[in-house]
């Protein structure tokens, strides 16, 4: 199992890289962001995000080879604050263009499908560049909270945005809540795991 760490602020343009190459593909970021600006534009964005929740609430966590990264928030502080909204409107114009609004829309039905309660943590992001899948990175990732869900008794949610990969979170103890098509977006899975053990 690949050993995961705390991100620290020198990691950030691999995060953002990493992040920017493991979603490429994938079908609902690229309903969001015009192909032609993804790779000059993406990983800004994520080296962006990742940013914000360093300094705010969020806890960013690598992989020891920096090829993947994910994003989780902790119990009741999810929600995007106005300081993060802020942050992100020039990254968001530059990387969506014209397609803003529909981002926008999206993300707030997205906030409306989000439990209230109980608290849990909320992994927003998890990628890994495709160049180093199934090398355990992913599941690391995903562990090194939810062993600590476990240990506190607290559960956890996300989306998925790919439907291949609702069995890999399956096996890391999430089941699928509802699916969601927000703002007419491709399909997502709303997944929710209850603490083990």
């Known amino acids: 199992m690949p050993t995961v760490r705390a991100a620290t602020a020198n990691d950030l343009p691999q995060v953002g890289r990493a992040l920017a190459a493991a979603f490429a593909d994938d079908p609902v970021w690229t309903w969001l962001a015009p192909r032609a600006t993804w790779a000059d534009r993406a990983p800004g964005w994520f080296a962006t995000e990742a940013r914000l929740q360093l300094e705010g609430h969020g806890e960013v966590l690598v992989t020891d080879d920096g090829r993947g990264a994910a994003v989780w928030s902790p119990p009741k502080r999810w929600r995007t604050s106005p300081r993060e909204t802020v942050a992100l409107v020039l990254p968001s114009l530059r990387l969506f263009r014209g397609r803003t609004p529909r981002v ?19 992994l927003s992001i998890l990628g890994t560049d495709p160049a180093h899948q199934g090398r355990g990175n992913g599941s690391a990732l995903v562990r090194a909270v939810t062993d600590r869900c476990d240990a506190e008794g607290l559960p956890a949610y996300l989306e998925s945005s790919k439907e291949q990969n609702v069995p890999f979170y399956a096996r890391h103890g999430f089941a699928v809540r509802e699916v969601v098509r927000p703002a007419g977006s491709p399909t997502l899975w709303t997944m929710w795991r209850e603490p083990q053990g």
């Open 104 to 122: 926008l829309r999206m993300v707030s039905g997205l906030e409306g499908a989000h439990p209230a309660e109980p608290p849990h943590w909320y």
